[in-house]
T-cell receptor, first 114, second 114 residues
């Protein structure tokens, strides 16, 4: 069965530090992968997505993610975190067979220290 | 600018009552989705629609219903609210009927069932 795992429920980093949020997926074929961000009181906003091609994907707000098929991972990174990045981050895989839908991970809540 | 709105933003109701959550989008998207977000579960799909008069069950559809009478709206009804349905509900829409298309999310409705 398709699944997405985000092993870190909470992460705290200092402003200006680098960030990596982990995402592992289980999917039988080439996955369609997404990262969404949810700011407090807001809906989800797409940061970036991967379908094929270059395994390093650039997104909005200075984020990037790297697809590693051998590790079934799609980790999100940012070289220097800003206080406004404090939010909850969701990884999702698109289920290409049958119904069109996303399977979301449980989310990682990021706290940024001034 | 096009947008997707949800109302009410907060709702408190009692067990057994019927509740309807509204979702309205001005993107003119054919596809609309309802998710619930619970701690430890991420987002789970309740119902979705690929167009007017089309509705489909998601993975957690029991106790919920939707109807699609026009392109812009997909109201979600809880026929007889239960405490287990206390959650944050998100509506989303997308243009293309493909897993690669971006879903745009509303701000969410926080529902409490007492």
């Amino acid at each position: 069965a398709q699944s997405v795992t985000q092993p870190d429920i909470h992460i705290t980093v200092s402003e200006g530090a680098s960030l990596e949020l982990r995402c592992n997926y289980s999917y039988g074929a080439t996955p369609y992968l997404f990262w969404y961000v949810q700011s407090p009181g807001q809906g989800l906003q797409l940061l970036l997505k991967y379908f094929s091609g270059d395994t390093l994907v650039q997104g909005i707000k200075g984020f990037e993610a790297e697809f590693k098929r051998s590790q079934s991972s799609f980790n999100l990174r940012k070289p220097s975190v800003h206080w406004s990045d404090a939010a909850e981050y969701f990884c999702a895989v698109g289920a290409a067979s049958g119904t069109y839908k996303y399977i979301f991970g449980t989310g990682t809540r990021l706290k940024v220290l001034a | 600018d096009a947008e997707i709105t949800q109302s009410p933003r907060h709702k408190i109701t009692e067990t057994g009552r019927q509740v309807t959550l509204a979702c309205h989008q001005t993107w003119n998207h054919n596809n609309m989705f309802w998710y619930r977000q619970d701690l430890g579960h991420g987002l789970r799909l309740i119902h979705y629609s690929y167009g007017v008069q089309d509705t489909n069950k998601g993975e957690v559809s029991d106790g919920y219903s939707v109807s699609r009478s026009n392109t812009e709206d997909l109201p979600l009804t809880l026929e007889s609210a239960a405490s287990s349905q206390t959650s944050v509900y998100f509506c989303a829409s997308s243009e293309q009927k493909t897993v690669t298309d971006t879903q745009y999310f509303g701000p969410g409705t926080r529902l409490t069932v007492l």
